[in-house]
């Protein structure tokens, strides 16, 4: 499969140093960052799992075509499938996440999120660029 050349792409990014989580989701056509969200201290897999969560909300909300979103995390993915995440952190933006995934189920199926490949394709365009 080529580069994928339209649909958002997500990342979360996470500073142990400045106790920071956060994510971001980038048009993949043109490069907008369409949101930016910063969380305080969490976990990588909880900023990467509410990147692809917003972005849903954001083709929902936006009528935003094609409906596809692309992570370059396993565990993201796994989560949005489940509509469920497996932290054993609490905290109301996940709460909040699962509770949206379930109350719009019927909309949230109809969105696509795909595993975006690092090693094929380079960084996913929503990268922070801080490794």
């Known amino acids: 499969m080529c580069r994928p050349t ?7 990014a996470h500073s142990t ?3 920071l989580t956060r994510y971001r989701a ?3 056509s043109t490069g907008e960052e369409l949101f930016s969200v910063s969380l305080g201290l ?3 897999n909880i900023g990467e799992f509410l990147g692809v969560v917003e972005a849903v909300k954001y083709i ?4 935003y075509s094609p ?3 692309y992570t370059d995390s396993t565990t993201a993915i ?9 932290s054993k952190k609490r905290n ?3 709460q909040k996440a699962e509770v949206f995934l379930k109350a719009f189920a019927a909309e949230v199926e109809t969105i696509e999120v795909l595993h975006w490949d690092n090693r094929e394709w380079g960084e996913i365009p929503a990268d922070y660029g801080e490794k």
Do not use: E, S
Not at 6 to 12: F, V, W
Not at 60 to 63: E, F, L, S, T
Not at 78 to 86: E, N
């Open 6 to 12: 339209h649909g958002i792409a997500t990342d979360g």
């Open 17 to 19: 140093k400045n106790r």
């Open 26 to 28: 980038v048009d993949i």
């Open 42 to 44: 969490q976990t990588i």
């Open 60 to 63: 929902i909300a936006n009528g």
């Open 67 to 69: 409906r596809t979103i």
């Open 78 to 86: 796994a989560w949005f499938k489940a509509k469920r995440t497996a």
């Open 92 to 94: 109301p933006a996940l």
